[in-house]
């Protein structure tokens, strides 16, 4: 079992996961100087020892007298300016390819629009493919990577940002520049076909108000019984004899039971 991490030692290791060093964890901030919570949660799962920093973390930390460079706001980080300044990321040209992961759901949208920043100022690319492989595994356990022909989108007049080694922002690709793998888009139909079965499945089946009340083969009725029980016949149900009435048979079970015992005697 690990070791608790002492408050202080923790105050030194999420500032350099957050402002010194984000980019070795693939964190980024956005032009307003903030993250979103989840993606720095994301991060501090890949860290056995880390796995147990919650949002309530950050709060007690500020309680506690150990300050951080930057607050939770409801669910983003935002920078303390004056704890932390803000740079902005600088301009540089790419190299040739870059790689992104992404959810399969979203291949589509990508195939069709290119890579867009939707609730982010910048898309994250990086140039090796396993890394990107590797932070798209923090959305999705089997994600799609793509490769961006960077240089040729960067001549059209797309712009790249540094934001560490091997680290690029940018906020747009067109899907000109956007190269999809060939297994991706052979899997993706039959992916799409296969979970349709199961929707038409249910649809067949008949609601409550269609099932007839006499559903089955056939109703049984009383002539179906005829010949099963032909000594008795189609008869009513028998009287039930008065509790005056005695039975007919004189003596009765307790008359038997005297002649055997006077047997016995003799």
Same mark, same amino acid.
């Not at 759901?105 to 589509?108: E, S």
């Given at each position: 079992m690990s070791q608790p991490v002492p408050p202080k030692t923790l105050v030194k290791i999420l500032t350099t996961m957050v402002c010194t060093l984000p980019h070795e964890y693939g964190l980024f901030w956005d032009d307003d100087g903030t993250m979103p919570w989840k993606e720095f949660y994301w991060a501090l799962q890949e860290d056995p020892r880390l796995r147990f920093v919650r949002e309530s973390t950050l709060k007690e930390m500020a309680l506690l007298g150990h300050p951080l460079p930057f607050v939770l706001d409801g669910s983003r980080l935002r920078r303390i300016a004056d704890a932390w300044p803000i740079a902005p990321y600088p301009e540089v040209e790419p190299p040739d390819r870059l790689f992104a992961g992404i959810r399969p759901?979203?291949?589509?949208v990508v195939r069709d629009e290119g890579l867009r920043a939707l609730h982010r100022s910048y898309i994250p690319l990086w140039a090796r493919r396993d890394t990107a492989e590797?932070?798209?595994r923090r959305r999705t356990a089997q994600p799609v990577v793509l490769e961006i022909r960077a240089r040729e989108a960067y001549a059209a007049g797309v712009l790249f940002? !540094? #934001?560490g080694e091997d680290f690029f922002l940018t906020k747009a690709v067109d899907a000109a520049y956007v190269v999809l793998p060939l297994t991706a888009l052979e899997e993706?139909?039959?992916k799409e076909v296969a979970v349709r079965p199961s929707h038409r499945h249910r649809a067949s089946v008949p609601s409550k108000d269609e099932? !007839? #009340?006499d559903f089955g083969s056939f109703r049984v009725e009383a002539q179906h019984l005829q010949g099963l029980f032909a000594h008795r016949g189609l008869q009513g149900p028998r009287p039930k004899a008065s509790s005056g009435e005695k039975s007919a048979k004189k003596g009765g079970w307790k008359e038997g039971a005297r002649k055997e015992r006077r047997?016995?005697?003799v």
């Open positions: 759901r979203h291949l589509a590797r932070m798209g940002y !540094r #934001a993706g139909p039959e099932v !007839r #009340a047997k016995r005697e």
